[in-house]
C-alpha cells in the first residue's frame, strides 16, 4: 500500500523554525518528484515547494522563498520541509505529495498525498 506519512507539525512562536519530515511506504521516493502544500482554513491550498528526483532542483513559492528549504534523503525514503523565521501567515495544515511544476514556478500536487501536519504559529 502507498503511504506518505507527514510529522513534525507543532506550535511555535513567531520567527521560530520548524522540520516537517514526509516519510513513504510502499514504494520508493527516488522516482518521485515530491513537494510540500498547505491549506490554511477558508483558503485553497497553495504549493508550497517541489524537489525533483533526478538532480533535486526545487520550487518554492514566492511566500516562503529564503525561508523554507525543501531536501530530500532516498536512503531514508524521506523528504524535509525546514521552516525558519515563522510567521502567524504560515499557519496551516501541511502535507506532502508527489508533485511538478510550471515554468512560472508555480507547484502542482497530483496521485499520492500524506493526510498532513498541522503547523500553528501563535505567540
Known amino acids: 500500500q502507498v503511504q506518505l506519512v507527514e510529522s513534525g507539525g507543532g506550535l511555535v512562536q513567531p520567527g521560530g523554525s520548524l522540520r516537517l519530515s514526509c516519510a513513504a511506504s510502499g514504494f520508493t521516493l527516488d522516482y518521485y518528484a515530491i513537494g510540500w502544500f498547505r491549506q490554511a482554513p477558508g483558503k485553497e491550498r497553495e504549493g508550497v515547494s517541489c524537489i525533483s528526483a533526478s538532480d533535486s532542483s526545487t520550487a518554492y513559492a514566492e511566500s516562503v522563498k529564503g525561508r523554507f528549504t525543501i531536501s530530500r534523503d532516498n536512503a531514508k525514503n524521506t523528504v524535509y520541509l525546514q521552516m525558519n523565521s515563522l510567521k502567524p501567515e504560515d499557519t496551516a495544515v501541511y502535507y506532502c505529495?508527489?508533485?511538478?511544476?510550471?515554468?512560472?514556478?508555480?507547484?502542482?500536487?497530483?496521485?499520492?498525498w500524506g493526510q498532513g501536519t498541522q503547523v500553528t504559529v501563535s505567540s
Open positions: 505529495a508527489t508533485c511538478s511544476w510550471s515554468a512560472t514556478g508555480k507547484v502542482y500536487g497530483y496521485d499520492y
